[in-house]
């Protein structure tokens, strides 16, 4: 069995990731850590998981837990996460990061976008974990990146038609709507319930949302050449759950038929998206607790534009599941190994 420890167990991600492990054939939890809830059981602060994992959550100690542990998933804020990867990598570890440290491949974009770096040494290195587009690489890697959520969902939805030259690289526009939980489990004004409850609202409005440059370096290198995007996210009363409607504009005559076609044969290997048939579109319902991409396609002969719908669970093909998936692919195991359970419905 593979020891496994989970860096940052205290918030909807680190829940998500002992869910799933706990049904996982190959790997054992040995070690989980908390700042805030240090010295409870695991079990106590998510009741959920009574009698399948008791750990006592400790203070992150990478010395500590690189002991205990041969893969260490970090599931801790931006900074957070850079201040102890290199520890862990250094002790021999591997490691599937869950922050935003690792996923930009220029120093410069993060500090725009974030903070100047710690570690910009380790850019090189760590592998964007987006199985379905960087298997390989995975395969070989000591530090995955694991994609944010909206991320996941544009680029999947994205990724068929940019690499076969079928849409225009320029012009693409993508409206996004996430679940609450996407925010994360700190108290805040703009998640309580009265501020979210029966209310739609749209954020990060104007080009300044921190995944843009996520989706932008990997969309250009679907394409082949730079790529701007005009992202809009909203937030939308539900717990779990992210739907993108994406447009773009087709380079030649294409049916409904044809992309939908086109999609299934890019994918036609892929065990976590599922292409819908025609005249279908996907339901946020229908993916949440699965570690699937659903994705439906359609041309809309009146403006002449391609569109895509896209969704996910934020939490498991948008974090937690994909970073299992990402864990199994760098320990040589079955890719499905954890995930093969079907969402949830109703």
């Given amino acids: 069995m593979v020891r496994v420890a989970v860096v940052g167990a205290s918030g909807y991600t680190g829940v998500e990731l002992l869910r799933l492990l706990s049904n996982h054939p190959e790997v054992t939890v040995t070690c989980v ?16 998981l009574r009698g399948r994992c008791d750990l006592v959550l400790e203070n992150v ?10 893969f260490v998933f970090t599931a801790l804020p931006h900074k957070a996460a850079m ?18 440290d690792y996923r930009l491949h220029d120093a410069a974009e993060y500090a725009r976008w974030y903070e100047p770096h710690l570690n910009p040494h380790l850019l090189a290195e760590a592998v964007y974990g987006l199985p379905e587009l960087r298997r390989e690489q995975i395969v070989a890697a000591r530090l995955v990146a694991n ?30 709507k996430s679940g609450v939980s ?26 300044v949302h921190r995944h843009i440059p996520e989706i932008e370096q990997e969309l250009s290198l679907l394409a ?3 790529v701007t995007i005009a992202f809009t996210p909203h937030l939308v009363p539900m717990d779990r759950g992210i739907l993108s409607t994406i447009y773009a504009v ?22 976590f998206v599922r292409v819908l048939p025609e005249g279908s579109f996907p339901s946020t319902l229908h993916v949440r607790g699965g570690n699937f991409c659903d994705i439906g396609v359609t041309i809309d002969p009146r403006s002449g534009r391609v569109i895509v719908v896209s969704a996910i669970d934020n ?5 937690a599941g994909q970073a299992v998936q990402n864990m199994n692919l760098m320990l040589g195991l079955d890719e499905r190994a954890g995930l093969t359970g079907l969402p949830l419905f109703p």
């Fill in 224 to 226: 082949g050449k730079g």
């Fill in 147 to 176: 994609p944010g959520c909206y991320p996941t969902s544009i680029i999947l939805g994205l990724a068929p038609l940019l690499r076969g030259g079928l849409i225009d690289a320029a012009g693409l526009i993508a409206d996004a």
């Fill in 61 to 70: 100690e990478p010395v500590r837990v690189a002991e205990r542990a041969d």
């Fill in 250 to 271: 087709p380079l030649r005559a294409l049916s409904t038929a044809d992309l939908v076609e086109h999609c299934r044969q890019f994918y036609a290997a892929e065990p």
């Fill in 315 to 319: 939490l498991v093909k948008g974090a």
């Fill in 83 to 100: 201040e102890v990867v290199p520890t862990f990598l250094r002790l021999g570890c591997r490691v599937v990061d869950l922050s935003a």
């Fill in 182 to 207: 996407g925010a994360g489990r700190g108290a805040k004004v703009d998640s309580l319930f009265c501020e979210v409850n029966e209310s739609f609202r749209a954020y990060g409005v104007g080009g």
């Fill in 33 to 48: 850590t908390s700042e805030q809830s240090a010295g409870k059981p695991v079990s106590e602060v998510f009741p959920s």
